[in-house]
């Protein structure tokens, strides 16, 4: 079983609509739990990062944390056209990340 | 407005030759990151470094080193090149231990 799991897409949603993105891990020490956002041909970009169980709010994304169940979620609420991209999750103990694959997400208009 | 540069897109190279790949930070960062993303297998470590002249394993090291003489540039090596290391590579800067600012990545191609 992979260290983390998540859907590659692709995702695609009409413009407006709720956005939920998920992953599944297996290691129960993971600590610290991060998005990233890819456009075509970027780097990735640090969305959103959390510490343990719990929902932190910036904006309209919402990151979600289910230490009990494993499993983390990424909510884009209001969704627009320029949300369409890759979104990674990833997840650390302490040094170093253990990226998902990512998913790709279309945002239809 | 942050920057992390690398300072090739597109990069073609052949199996044996040694092949460097530079990236520069703006930010004043104590901590740098060169990692490989591949379809299928997604970000992948190769090393980093938390201060000037260190460096530390990731998780795929093997074939490469790296270099790192100044705060803001981190130099990532491939001593002998090989088709396998044909991939996108991406640099990364932080305060702390989780990257925060990525480059554009080098696609780099081995013949």
């Known amino acids: 079983q992979k260290e983390v799991e998540q859907d590659p897409g692709p995702l695609s949603v009409p413009e407006g609509a709720i956005v939920s993105l998920n992953c599944t891990y297996s290691?129960?020490?993971?600590?610290?739990f991060m998005w990233y956002r890819q456009y075509s041909r970027k780097g990735p970009e640090l969305l959103m990062y959390?510490?343990?169980?719990g929902n932190k709010e910036d904006g309209r994304f919402t990151a979600q944390v289910d230490k009990s169940s494993k499993y983390i979620s990424l909510f884009i609420r209001d969704s627009q056209p320029s949300d369409s991209a890759t979104y990674l999750c990833a997840m650390s103990v302490g040094d170093g990340l253990t990226f998902g694959k990512g998913t790709h997400l279309i945002i239809q208009p | 407005d942050v920057k992390v540069t690398q300072s090739s897109r597109y990069l073609v190279k052949r199996t044996g030759e040694k092949v460097f790949l530079e990236c520069v930070q703006d930010m004043d960062h104590e901590n740098m990151f060169w990692y490989r993303q591949d379809p299928g297998l997604g970000l992948r470590l190769i090393y980093f470094?938390?201060?000037?002249?260190?460096?530390e394993k990731g998780d795929i090291p093997e074939g490469y080193s790296v270099s790192r003489e100044k705060k803001e540039r981190f130099s990532l090596i491939l001593e002998s090149a090989s088709t396998n290391q044909t991939s996108m590579y991406l640099c990364?800067?932080?305060?702390?231990?989780?990257?925060?600012?990525f480059g554009d990545g080098t696609r780099l191609s081995i013949l």
């Open positions: 290691n129960s020490a993971f600590q610290y």
């Open positions: 470094s938390y201060d000037v002249k260190m460096k």
């Open positions: 990364a800067s932080s305060v702390g231990r989780i990257p925060q600012h």
């Open positions: 959390t510490y343990s169980s």
